[in-house]
C-alpha cells in the first residue's frame, strides 16, 4: 500500500504542477471544474446512489451549482464554505451521535457534496484568478501535501494519542502537531525567500496553521461520510489513495479557508 501510494504521488504531483504553470486562470478553472466532476461522481458512490442514471443526475447539480457560483461574490461562497467545516467540526466531534439525522438522509448527504465540492473549486479559482495566484496555490499544494505527508508518517510511527477514534482510528495528535510543525517551518522559509515584510510574517504563519487544521477537518469529513456509508475508499482511480476524493479530502477545507484569511487579510506571497 506505501509503495503504491509514493508511486502514485511521485507521478500525479509533477503532473498536476507542470498544469499549474502551463494553463492560463481560465483553464485552470476548466480542468478544476472536470476534477470536481470527478469528485461529485464519486461522493455519489458515498450518497449510496446504486443506479448509474441517480449518480450522473447528481453530477450535473454539481455542474448547474457551479455555473451558478460564477455569478456570486467570491468571498460569500468562502463565508458559507467555512461556516459550513465549522458545522461538520461538530458533526465529527459527535459522530456516531447525530448522524441519524444526516447519514439516512439523501438530500442532506447530496447538500453536503455541495458544500465540500463547490466552494473547493471556487476558491481555487479564485486564488489563481489573484494577482501572483500561481504562486499562493503553489504555496498551498506543497502546505496541504507536505502536512498530510507529515501527519501520516509521524502518526504511523510515534502515533499513540487518537485524534477521532470513532472516525479515522489511524490519525493521531502526534500526527496533527507534526504537521502543524510542518506548517510553521514551511511558511517561514517561503516568507524568507519570497522577501516578505516582517510584520506580515505572524499573520501569515497563523493563516498556515489554521489552513492545515481545517485540512485535518476535510479529511475527517470525508472519512465520517465513507464510515457512515460502509466504504473504506470513494473509489479506485488512484492506486494506494483509493479514490479521487480520498487525495483531494483535506483540500476541500483548506482551499475555501486559505483563501479567505488571505483575502481578509490581505496577505499574499504573490
Known sequence: MLKQRIITAVILIPIVIALLIALPPSGFCLLTMLLVLVGAWEWSNLMEIKRKR???FYVAIILFVMIGALFVPAPLILAIAFVWW???????LFYPRGSQWWGKSLFLRGLMGVLILVPCWA???YIRMQSGGLY???????????????????????????LAPTVSPGK??????????FSILLTVIALGLCQVPLPIWPWMTALSVVTVCF?????????????????????????????????????TAA????????????????
Open 86 to 92: 465549522l458545522l461538520s467540526l461538530i458533526a465529527i
Open 215 to 251: 485540512s485535518v477537518i476535510g479529511d475527517l469529513c470525508e472519512s465520517m461520510v465513507k464510515r457512515q456509508a460502509g466504504l473504506k475508499d470513494s473509489g479506485t482511480m488512484l492506486p494506494g489513495h483509493g479514490g479521487w476524493l480520498d487525495r483531494i479530502d483535506s483540500l
Open 172 to 181: 493521531s495528535l502526534q500526527g496533527l502537531a507534526a504537521a502543524i510543525f
Open 54 to 56: 441517480g449518480r450522473i
Open 255 to 270: 482551499a475555501p479557508v486559505f483563501a479567505l484569511g488571505a483575502t481578509l487579510l490581505g496577505i499574499y506571497f504573490g
Open 136 to 162: 499562493d496555490l503553489f504555496f498551498l499544494l506543497v502546505l496541504i501535501w507536505g502536512a498530510d505527508s507529515m501527519a501520516y508518517f509521524v502518526g504511523k510511527k510515534w502515533g499513540k494519542t487518537k
Open 123 to 125: 476558491s481555487l479559482s
